[in-house]
């Protein structure tokens, strides 16, 4: 089976998406709404060090730019 991400537009489509999940013919998946995990917990150590030290590098050379 295939598995598939929609969008809803209508109000309407819960009830008929639940009808359908009662006739057996889909299951509907629950999606977390909300993180607690903070970003930087999230992203921590996604970067190689040398491409995160040269990504630093870069971001404060452009802050001082801006200070001039």
Excluded: C
């Excluded at 929609?6 to 889909?26: G, P």
């Excluded at 509907?28 to 903070?38: G, H, I, P, W």
């Excluded at 404060?60 to 200070?67: C, F, N, V």
């Amino acid at each position: 089976m295939d598995t598939l991400l929609i969008q809803i537009t209508n109000q309407n489509a819960y009830s008929l998406l639940n009808e359908l999940e009662k006739l057996h013919l889909i299951k509907v998946l629950k999606k977390e709404s909300t993180s607690t995990q903070k970003l930087s917990e999230k992203f921590a150590g996604k970067l190689p060090a040398d491409a995160a030290k040269k990504l630093q590098n870069h971001i404060t050379q452009s802050r001082a730019e801006w200070d001039m």
